[in-house]
């Protein structure tokens, strides 16, 4: 079993900043992407940035420039730091992964339960 865990929504004013944080546990052997999605009220989730195990990154055009994704590999750990703060950054952000496990079916995906970032002038 693997887990997904993560940390950091609250409440920020526009222009703020925010740093989320998602560590995966459990029966892990290797993760190979992991990525952010915001689902915003009315909206569809989106996808909003991901890193590869190599640590290329890519992001939604949306977010470029203001979002900033990390992970340390050593630690199975995943960060988002947002800038800038709008109030259409609103939603709640999963975290997604997927890899290799230690027990069969060796190949997971998995998603976290979600963090509240709620942007108010």
């Known amino acids: 079993q693997v887990h997904l865990v993560e940390s950091g929504g609250g409440l920020v004013q526009t222009g703020g900043s925010l740093r989320l944080s998602c560590a995966a546990s459990g029966t892990i052997l290797s993760i190979d992407s992991m990525a952010w999605y915001r689902h915003a009220v009315g909206k569809q989730r989106e996808w909003v940035a991901s890193i590869e195990s190599a640590y290329t990154t890519n992001y939604a055009d949306s977010v470029r420039g203001r979002f900033t994704i990390s992970r340390d590999n050593a630690k199975n750990t995943v960060h988002l730091r947002i800038f800038s703060l709008k109030e259409e950054d609103t939603g709640v952000y999963y975290c997604?992964?997927?890899?290799?496990?230690?027990?069969?079916?060796?190949?997971?995906?998995?998603w976290g339960q979600g963090t509240l970032v709620t942007v108010s002038s």
């Open positions: 997604y992964a997927n890899g290799s496990g230690t027990v069969q079916p060796r190949y997971f995906e998995i």
